[in-house]
């Protein structure tokens, strides 16, 4: 009826979103139903119409801990909604409402009571003027009631609507009214002017248009229309409810305790069963964790109920049933979501026994001693050791009035994540890092077509997070993809692993790397761009052609390139290793001096005489003996099967490799080694560069070499020369510049000879001058000594704001006591400084020029010191 309605106003209707955020890092999961349409509101995206109505799947676990506790508290909802993208305003929400509710629906007028904000005057005359609602009817509140806004994002005032229950929903007080928290005045709609735009910190900017998202809850619509009373007694939510009590063998409002559990259960239900159908897999993060987390709540309460044995796959296929309607989605993946509850249960299971047995003894112990409060390590060994999550354990704690040390608990789980963080550095008996891959069933294996085909479709076997061994990845996960067949060729022998798009339907997983694993594995390393995959899912596995064609340009150069080093260079020439991709090669090889100049040319020129005559680039699969038998070069060190590929380059090169070639030599078009090094005793390494590479690289040369003559100013047949009578020229100029510098000093010094004082029988020479370097103050400073003939000189200068200072003394002055090296640490503190040096020569530097005058006079005092 909404929907239909809502069409008929001009609106296109679009099918529920996923409970996944796309590209939204504010949320773990969609809780409104504007929530997945934000970039429409802020105009990031173009809307595919201005006008929209939905009915979006929610969860919201804000108040989880009241699920079941009460009839009003759910963690799954379904959201009906009508919005406007900056087309129609206030006027026209306010009146669909009411002709919605009223026409459409039903209800009575005289029941309905609206709600604005309390500044929101346009509204209130909205409701009065146009609709014609008496103002005692139309209720002011604040912003906590009608000021909507969740997280960053679009926000603003709002508009809500109440329907009068009756007095038996009532509190029966005196005064009872909209806003009072009994149930008989229940908000069923709210409108949403949405204005503004929250950054998350609290900050609202006026968007460029306003815009209309409201907001109506299904079931609590259904619960008005059906007269009962909870969402619990909704029909569809009924006979889940009835299923639940089925299987406890009890019956609904016969036991308050029990009615708790029924009501839990049959919420958290939903939501699990929503939440793996969109692809969250339980975990121990993020969303991933708020499913576990219903997932063993429903599990436990069933306990409580008496449900023996898993219970909760099996009803989930009741949601199933009820909801396909509307979700199709929910039946075409019920194979699915079944075996993940049931796995999840299973698990669960596994360990809820001995964990209750566990706290119980914990209870029990902290009864003894008269306490009220569980331990943080105690409540960290339930859920590391028992997969409580800890809200878990409080609310079990919680029947008995005790609490939990949360404090401790987190500082367990620090600790813990910090020795998790540690041993993963630690190998397991194989020598191999421990990983997630480890888990994987050792049957599986993947079979390599990709020397075939670039594309292929193939059936996913395994599906992994980093760290866990999943049923399915969804948009925004990493995680890595194994599938029965693959033309993605793993990183090994040297080449880098193939990237692409792996994809079914609209869902997309882009592939940044290939890995190859025990057991014949080859794993597809990645993210979720869009969509979801599942095992059992026929992919079509598409490789980066581009990335593969440069790729096997330079791994085929480096047989040419090991070959022509064994013939400029000798047999002795091994392959020591070799890093092969689309942007470069890397060969590392047996050598035991640096390739000279015309050594590293000549294999060049080798290696592009191979690729001009056009060899065809064979392989065959052969017995390894008879392999070697044909002389093809193996690498050292390296393990091979029974059967090996051997590639051929013409007569030129055969080597045993595994990786992807070039059809004929021609294809590389050409080779240029960029650099030549050693990087361990007897071991060179060559970079080069092969195809487009080299172009790139010649361009990027003649640019630099286009900028040094454009900076010389002469033709580039000229440079070298010029270059060479630029640097006599600099050569001559620096001569210069000391010669003035010097001039300059002495200019700035004038005849001090007459600051020259005696210091108990030894004579100091303090200056301040303006302006010199250090090496202006020791060329002063010697001249000065061989003027003073015996004592001690201390000069001082200010440049750009640092001080430079330097004190000497002759041998006549050390004999006598005096040290340059003391007197400078000593009067270094007056400008902020510190320094040091030989008793014949010290110098420092300094922040503060204002301190000079008072270091060479306290030079006085230290000399006075020293002289013995």
């Not at 007080?173 to 949403?192: L, Q, S």
């Not at 406890?248 to 239900?269: P, Q, W």
């Not at 599938?483 to 798009?501: K, L, R």
């Not at 630029?726 to 003035?740: A, G």
């Amino acid at each position: 009826m909404f929907l239909s309605f809502f069409e008929s106003k001009g609106h296109l209707k679009m099918n529920s979103f996923s409970l996944i955020p796309h590209n939204d890092n504010s949320l773990l999961l969609i809780n409104s139903g504007m929530a997945p349409l934000k970039p429409y509101f802020t105009r990031q995206e173009i809307p595919p119409c201005y006008r929209v109505t939905t009915c979006q799947k929610c969860i919201r676990t804000g108040d989880i801990e009241n699920v079941g506790k009460t009839d009003r508290h759910g963690t799954f909802f379904e959201m009906l909604g009508n919005f406007s993208f900056g087309d129609y305003f206030k006027h026209e929400a306010i009146a669909w409402s009411w002709e919605f509710l009223t026409q459409v629906v039903g209800l009575e007028e005289d029941r309905l009571y609206p709600s604005v904000y309390l500044d929101d005057d346009e509204a209130f005359e909205i409701w009065n003027k146009e609709i014609g609602i008496a103002p005692e009817r139309i209720f002011r509140f604040g912003k906590e009631d009608n000021f909507w806004e969740h997280g960053a994002g679009p926000c603003g005032p709002c508009s809500e609507i109440y329907y009068d229950r009756g007095e038996k929903y009532g509190c029966g007080k005196p005064g009872c009214t909209v806003g009072c928290d009994c149930d008989r005045y229940m908000e069923i709609w709210n409108n949403v002017f949405t204005q503004f735009n929250n950054d998350g910190h609290g900050n609202y900017t006026t968007l460029e248009y306003k815009n209309i998202d409201t907001g109506m809850g299904l079931e609590r619509l259904a619960s008005v229309v059906q007269d009962v009373d909870s969402i619990f007694d909704v029909d569809t939510l009924k006979a889940l409810r009835e299923e639940v009590c089925r299987l406890a063998n009890c019956t609904y409002k016969e036991n308050a305790d029990k009615d708790v559990s029924i009501r839990l259960i049959t919420d958290h239900i939903r939501s699990v069963t929503f939440m793996v159908s969109d692809g969250i897999m339980p975990s121990n993060e993020g969303r991933g964790y708020v499913l576990r987390r219903l997932l063993r709540r429903a599990a436990r309460h069933g306990r409580l109920l008496g449900i023996e044995g898993n219970f909760l796959s099996g009803l989930s296929r009741e949601v199933i049933e009820v909801s396909k309607g509307g979700y199709p989605e929910l039946e075409e993946r019920q194979e699915f979501i079944t075996r993940v509850i049931t796995e999840e249960e299973e698990k669960f299971n596994k360990t809820i026994d001995q964990g209750l047995n566990i706290l119980a003894e914990m209870k029990e112990a902290l009864v003894a001693k008269g306490e009220k409060v569980l331990s943080g390590d105690d409540a960290f060994k339930l859920y590391d050791t028992y997969g409580f999550p800890m809200d878990l354990t409080e609310e079990i704690l919680e029947e008995d009035g005790i609490t939990i040390d949360e404090e401790g608990f987190q500082a367990a789980m620090t600790e813990q994540k910090e020795k998790a963080r540690k041993a993963r550095k630690t190998t397991n008996y194989m020598g191999a890092d421990v990983t997630v891959y480890q888990s994987i069933d050792a049957a599986v294996t993947s079979e390599f077509v990709g020397y075939d085909y670039l594309t292929f479709e193939s059936p996913i076997t395994v599906l992994t997070t980093e760290s866990d061994v999943v049923e399915a990845l969804v948009d925004g996960q990493q995680g890595t993809i194994f599938t029965e067949q693959t033309p993605f060729y793993a990183t090994s022998g040297g080449q880098e692993g193939d990237n692409g798009i792996i994809s079914i339907g609209d869902s997309i997983f882009e592939v940044k790397d290939t890995i190859k694993l025990q057991g014949g594995k080859i794993g597809h390393v990645g993210i979720v761009t869009a969509g979801m995959f599942k095992v059992g899912d026929k992919v079509t596995l598409a490789v980066n052609e581009e990335k593969r064609n440069a790729t096997r340009k330079n791994h085929s150069a480096t047989h040419l390139l090991q070959k022509a080093l064994k013939i400029v260079l000798g047999n002795h020439v091994e392959q020591a290793g070799s890093s092969n991709n689309d942007k470069h090669l890397r060969f590392d090889f047996t050598h035991f001096s640096a390739m000279t100049p015309e050594e590293i040319k000549r294999v060049e020129d080798i290696v592009n005489e191979e690729i001009s005559a056009g060899l065809p680039v064979l392989t065959k699969v052969m017995n390894i003996e008879d392999a070697k038998k044909t002389g093809a070069m193996a690498l050292f060190g390296e393990k091979y099967g029974e059967n090996v590929r051997v590639v051929s380059m013409g007569d030129f090169s055969k080597e045993l490799c595994g990786g992807t070639h070039v059809a004929n030599t021609a294809n590389i078009a050409l080779f240029k080694i960029v650099s030549e090094a050693g990087v361990a005793a007897g071991v060179r390494r060559i970079e080069a560069l092969t195809g487009q590479g080299v172009i790139e690289y010649y361009n990027k040369v003649e640019e630099e070499l286009n900028a040094a003559v454009s900076a010389a100013k002469c033709e580039p047949s000229q440079l070298v020369k010029r270059i060479e009578a630029l640097q006599d020229e600099i050569k001559e100029l620096h001569r210069e510049n000391d010669k003035l510098k010097n001039q300059m000093a002495k200019d700035a010094m004038g005849d001090v000879m007459d600051k020259v004082v005696e210091v108990a029988g030894v004579k100091l020479l303090a200056v301040k001058l303006d302006n010199v370097d250090m090496n202006g103050l020791r060329n002063l400073g010697d001249q000065l000594k061989a003027k003073l003939g015996d004592g001690v000189v201390a000069l001082a200068s200010a440049v750009d704001g640092k001080v430079n200072l330097i004190t000497m003394a002759t041998d006549g002055a050390m004999a006598k006591g005096a040290h340059a090296g003391n007197i400078i640490k000593a009067i270094a503190k007056h400008v902020g400084g510190g320094g040091g040096g030989r008793p014949n020569m010290a110098q420092a530097g300094g922040k503060n020029p204002a301190g000079i005058d008072a270091a060479l006079e306290d030079a006085k005092n230290v000399l006075e010191s020293q002289i013995h």
